[in-house]
Structure formats: C-alpha cells, structure tokens
C-alpha cells in the first residue's frame, strides 16, 4: 500500500523516499493509537458528567437524537474533549520508546513521511548511556527543550480550555 502511495504521488517531497520498515508514517500511526484511549476515556467522563437536564431538555424541545449530540452535549462538553486531546499531545510528545523503535534513529532532516527520523526523546534515550562531556550536555540541552516544548503544550491547552469554558 505504502509502495503504491510513493509510485503515484513520489513527486510531492512528503513522499519522495521510498517506504521502508523505520519510517516517520508508521511511528506516527502507532503514536496516534496509542494516544486514542486516552481521548475517549477523557472526552466520554467529560460527557457522562454533564447534568441529564441538558439532554431532556433538548427532547423537551422537541429536538432529534443526534441534534441533542450535536447542538447540545457536543458544545456543553467541548472544553473536557479539548483538555482530552491536548493531554493526549503532551503524552504523544514525551513518548520515547515506541518513536525510539519504529522511527529508524536517523540525525537527518527528510520532509518525506516514508524517511527514517529521530525524535528528542529517542535521541535522549538511545545516546544518554554512552554519552560523556560536551555530547552530554547537548542532550541536556535537548532535554530542556523538550521540558519547553511540552510546558508549551501545557499552557496553550490551559488557554484553549479556558477560552472554550468561558464560552459555555
């Protein structure tokens, strides 16, 4: 499948390189299923937990089923589905393991989905033990990056569900 991809869409540059076994799509995919429990068992409290007085309400109105979903219960409950994904991301962006195995631990820069890459984490966690003086503190460095990057995430999602809260 990721062979016919590469055949017939090669001359844009995300899938110029030829697929391989460690590749930046597969980590991708594995990352975003393992991050997808965590959005559902978030997003599903957060809409068990709205007061049933919404949804009757909305029948009261007359309204269908799925308007009830999407007009009433999806809005009220839209800030915890929004922390839900957010949490999801930082998880996602400390990951090490899963990204250190699959995504092929190359220290190059390739826009192709198809190419081998590296991540902060993996980069940290495959070096750190061989690594001595100015090596090991430029994975400090990286490290304090990534505690940046994530702190980021953490405050944008802060915000977006504030934004979102308010509204409501």
């Given at each position: 499948m990721l062979q016919g991809i590469h055949n017939a869409l090669g001359w844009i540059p995300f899938?110029?390189?030829?697929?391989?076994?460690?590749?930046?799509?597969?980590?991708?995919?594995v990352l975003a299923i393992m991050i997808l429990p965590t959005i559902i068992a978030i997003s599903r409290d957060s809409l068990i937990s709205l007061p049933p007085q919404l949804r009757q309400g909305a029948y009261g109105?007359?309204?269908?089923?799925?308007?009830?979903?999407?007009?009433?219960?999806?809005?009220?409950?839209?800030?915890?589905?929004?922390?839900?994904?957010?949490l999801a991301l930082g998880r996602a962006l400390g990951e090490t393991m899963a990204a250190a195995m699959l995504i092929g631990n190359a220290n190059r820069v390739n826009v192709s989905l198809f190419a081998p890459a590296s991540t902060i984490s993996a980069l940290i966690a495959n070096q750190f033990g061989e690594a001595s003086g100015l090596q090991r503190s430029a994975l400090f460095y990286q490290a304090l990056i990534l505690m940046i990057l994530t702190l980021i995430v953490n405050m944008l999602a802060e915000v977006i569900v504030s934004r979102f809260q308010q509204v409501e």
């Open positions: 899938f110029s390189t030829p697929p391989s076994t460690r590749q930046m799509f597969a980590t991708a995919l109105l007359g309204a269908t089923r799925w308007e009830t979903i999407m007009q009433v219960l999806l809005p009220a409950g839209l800030s915890g589905i929004i922390g839900s994904v957010m």
